[in-house]
């Protein structure tokens, strides 16, 4: 069997901007209003590496005391703007057929990993429609760890806590649309598969040297030749 792990912002879906307003919304909230009002980049960090920069000259012990208390405040802010989102939001090219695609799949199990914190990556999922397609209880979160590299551990884990036989990092295929995704990958000796639907171009990806380099995932035979290989 082979895991499938798969981005989320970015990569699955485009928030149209409501997720990041809810977080700086909740940063304020619990940590006070950030040093800098300008924007931080947030593209293939976990939630809780953003808030460590964000608030770097605070203790991490500081900081991360506090990270329920943040995960309440985000979540409380994302529930508010569910409409928005809804409306401001969407699915990006080609994601409901390829997951209904491998969903179907005996050889392949899907789930994600995301720099989101569980319940915010479920909640996104769940207000466009794709979270039937992953095993939320296999994958890897940004509540999990504040440095994505380490992200892969947490998934497997969890999936031969489940699964025999054991899987192993090349059993591992990540697809997202950041440097980040593919470091992450790389670490680990999984298969790693760039989609260019976020901030970063295809030149720009390819030049991190990933397995797979797709402009979006519109074309199903592309992705799955990029994804199985």
Not at 42 to 50: L, R, V
Not at 135 to 146: I, Q
């Amino acid at each position: 069997m082979r895991l499938i792990l798969w981005d989320i912002d970015g990569t699955l879906l485009y928030s149209g901007g409501v997720a990041g307003e809810a977080m700086r919304a909740a940063m304020t909230r619990v940590y006070g209003r950030p040093a800098s009002n300008d924007r931080r980049e947030y593209a293939g960090k976990t939630d809780q590496q953003i808030i460590l920069e964000t608030f770097a000259e605070r203790p991490h012990d500081q900081i991360l005391a506090q990270l329920d208390e943040f995960a309440g405040a985000y979540m409380d802010e994302l529930d508010q703007r569910q409409a928005e989102m809804a409306a401001r939001g969407r699915v990006l090219p080609g994601v409901p057929a390829i997951l209904a695609h491998l969903q179907h799949n005996p050889d392949v199990h899907q789930s994600v990993l995301t720099g989101n914190m569980q319940k915010v990556a479920a909640m996104k999922l769940r207000l466009t429609n794709l979270l039937h397609y992953v095993d939320l209880e296999t994958g890897a979160y940004g509540s999990d760890h504040h440095q994505r590299v380490q992200l892969p551990n947490f998934a497997l884990t969890r999936a031969n806590q489940r699964f025999q036989p054991a899987l192993s990092g090349s059993d591992i295929i990540i697809i997202g649309d950041t440097p980040n995704d593919i470091a992450c990958g790389k670490a680990h000796g999984a298969r790693t598969v760039a989609v260019a639907t976020g901030p970063f171009s295809v030149a720009d990806l390819t030049s991190h040297q990933p397995d797979a380099v797709l402009a979006d995932l519109s074309d199903l035979d592309a992705a799955l030749t990029a994804i199985l290989g």
